[in-house]
């Protein structure tokens, strides 16, 4: 074969470990940081965006809130001198004085029922009848025993007095006169049971006429006439509850019992009051009365007993209320009202206000009672912040906030102003006013 030059244009055939290939990709740890600067760069102007709406909104607080040396608006109240009392707090039950649940003590069919459910009775007001008339008559047998059998006395008695004359003559023997004079002791005897028989039998005649033994309110009817009831049955007739007075039962700690004992020994009158569920309104106050005689060891408190008058009848028999013990009152103490007392974990303290700026002062608080704490590391007199505690930094300006009455009127001046040159032009806030 003979030797031909080459086709400049025919491709040429490279082998295929000579070809080109293309180059590697992007590693991937570069596609994640162009994705994170990315967010920092947004998260920036998200945060920009906010500071300055911040600063717009709150213009008085130097730009930032709570900045050093800024301006805030808070209401500022001042501690002062006053008496504060001691309470022990606990959940009380009202109990009555007197509770008579009436049975019946005669057996026999009920004729009447003469009470109201829920009537107010005084003592000795009818409730209930029970038919006498079986009553009735055996008092009337057993007075007629006692009439027979004095009779007899009376008799033996005048056959004494014969046998002792006819004894003074010598007419009989001294042992005739001996035996009457035993004959007449028998004979007292026996109307002396015959008149035990008849008040017995008066008594169980007047067990029909059942009437209040105390004064107080009536419960609900739990018979009716024409109700069979014994006199050994369980059944309850009636429950009568004296409402006026009135008792609450409460209980105490045990460590708390040597302040109220001393109290008690110096025959100081301790006031207990009762308050509803929400412990905002009191119900009714009264006095503490008496104590348990011992400790109860499981729960290791101690009942005790206050007794109100309950003249509106507020108070309930069987009431569940919250009760308020003073034990003792702290006078001329400084308090502040509890709001403005603030808390760093444990550390209690105030932001005081003194020429204008506020500065922290830790204080130790006491005794709390209607909204106002006793405190200790400030002064009588002193002005602290009651609000605006998140914009308060040491050496804040504090301003108390414009009254409503002011701002209208400084908003009827501005608008006044403004009618009486309508044709003044607006200044921006960095040109000269005309």
């Given at each position: 074969?003979s030797?031909?030059?080459l086709?400049q ?12 290939t293309?180059?590697?990709p992007p590693p ?8 994170i600067?990315?967010l920092?760069?947004?998260?920036l102007?998200?945060?920009?965006v906010e ?6 909104a709150?213009p008085t ?10 301006t805030?608006?808070?209401i ?8 504060i ?5 606990a959940?009380?039950?009202?109990t009555p004085?007197y509770?008579?649940s ?6 026999g069919?009920i004729?009447a029922v003469?009470y109201r ?9 009818p409730?209930?009848e ?7 008559a ?7 025993q006692?009439e027979?059998?004095?009779q007899?006395?009376a008799q033996?008695k ?15 023997a001294k042992?005739?006169l ?7 002791l028998q004979d007292?005897?026996t ?7 008849v008040?017995y ?9 059942i009437?209040a033994?105390i004064t ?11 109700n069979l009831?014994?006199a050994?049955?369980?059944t309850?007739?009636?429950v009568i ?5 009135i008792?609450v039962?409460f ?9 109220v004992?001393a ?5 100081h009158?301790?006031e207990?009051?009762?308050?509803d ?5 009191i ?6 009365a008496s ?14 007993r ?8 507020s108070?309930?028999?069987n ?6 013990l003073?034990v ?5 103490v400084v ?14 303290f ?8 506020a ?9 709390t009672?209607n909204n106002m704490?006793q405190?200790e590391?400030?002064a009588?007199?002193?002005v602290?912040a ?7 930094t040491?050496?804040s ?16 001046a501005?608008?006044?102003?403004a009618?009486s040159?309508p044709t003044?032009?607006p ?8």
């Open positions: 074969m030797d031909q030059p086709n244009d025919e491709p040429k055939l490279i082998p295929p470990d000579h070809q080109l293309a180059g590697p991937r740890k570069h596609r994640a940081v162009a994705w600067g990315v920092l760069v947004f998260g102007v998200v945060w920009w500071n300055h709406k911040q600063e717009a709150t607080a130097g730009g930032r809130r709570g900045a050093a040396g800024g805030v608006t808070a500022t109240t001042t501690a002062q001198l006053g008496d009392g001691v309470y022990e707090e959940i009380g039950t009202v004085v509770t008579a009436i049975v019946s003590q005669a057996t069919q004729t003469h459910e829920g009537q107010t009775v005084t003592k000795g007001t409730l209930i029970i038919d006498p008339r079986p009553y009735e055996t008092l009337t047998q057993a007075e007629g006692l027979h059998d004095t007899v006395l033996a005048m056959d004494e007095d014969r046998y002792r004359e006819a004894w003074a003559r010598n007419s009989i042992q005739i001996d035996d009457q004079e035993k004959t007449v007292q005897g109307v002396k049971n015959d008149e035990g028989t008040a039998d008066k008594v169980q005649l007047g067990y029909c006429h009437v033994p107080g309110r009536v419960g609900l009817r739990l018979v009716d006439p024409g009831v014994s050994d049955g369980g309850v007739l009636a509850t004296q409402m006026r007075p008792t039962v209980t105490i700690s045990e460590d708390s019992l040597p302040q004992i109290q008690m020994r110096a025959q009158s301790l207990v009051q009762a308050l569920r929400s412990q905002n309104k119900i009714d106050k009264g006095k503490l104590l348990d005689n011992q400790i109860d060891t499981t729960t290791g408190t101690l009942k005790l206050a007794l109100f008058t309950n003249q509106n009848q108070l309930f028999p009431q569940f209320v919250n009760t308020r003073l003792k009152t702290l006078s001329n308090l502040v009202a509890s709001s403005a007392v603030q808390h760093n974990g444990t550390q209690a105030v932001w005081a206000v003194e020429n204008g700026q500065q922290i002062v830790n204080v130790v608080t006491g005794v009672d704490t405190v590391g400030i009588a007199g002193t602290v009651n609000g605006s505690f998140e914009k308060l040491p050496g300006k504090v301003i108390p906030p414009a009254a409503p009455g002011e701002t209208g009127r400084q908003s009827g501005s608008s006044k102003k009618k040159n003044a032009a200044t921006s806030p960095g040109s000269p006013a005309p």
